[in-house]
Nanobody
Framework: QVQLVESGGGLVQAGDSLSLSCKAS????????MAWFRQAPGKEREFVAA????????YYSDSVKGRFTIGKDNARNTASLRMNSLKPEDTAIYYC????????????????????WGQGTQVTVSS
């Protein structure tokens, strides 16, 4: 079983950049399919980005494609989310999540597919 701890959130202005990190303790990251989700006040948790166990493929929601980049360093058991050109609508609590394998690209975007979660880190983008 893996424990996940996010860091790097904060308050930034629109157009700024921010990087989030997700440190894992437990079995090596190379065994896990990783994703980032976010949840804004009053809204459901939504998929942001995902990366496969071997780091060969990445997937993004349409709302962040071209602005966010997901990464994973298996040797350091760390996942990352680089966020550029931030917008006020990116304001949310960001969570990293992990699971053992991918079922399909569509199912991998569902929060219910992930058994392991971090505690979340707040990202606030002011206009």
């Amino acid at each position: 079983q893996v424990q996940l701890v996010e860091s790097g959130g904060g308050l930034v202005q629109a157009g700024d950049s921010l990087s989030l990190s997700c440190k894992a303790s437990g079995p090596p990251y190379s065994n896990y399919y990783m994703a980032w989700f976010r949840q804004a006040p009053g809204k459901e948790r939504e998929f942001v980005a995902a990366i496969t166990t071997s780091n060969t493929n990445t997937y993004y929601s349409d709302s962040v494609k071209g602005r966010f980049t997901i990464g994973k360093d298996n040797a350091r058991n760390t996942a990352s989310l680089r966020m550029n050109s931030l917008k006020p609508e990116d304001t949310a609590i960001y969570y990293c999540a992990a699971k053992h394998y991918s079922r399909s690209v569509l199912s991998d975007q569902q929060a219910t597919e992930y058994p392991y979660w971090g505690q979340g880190t707040q990202v606030t983008v002011s206009s």
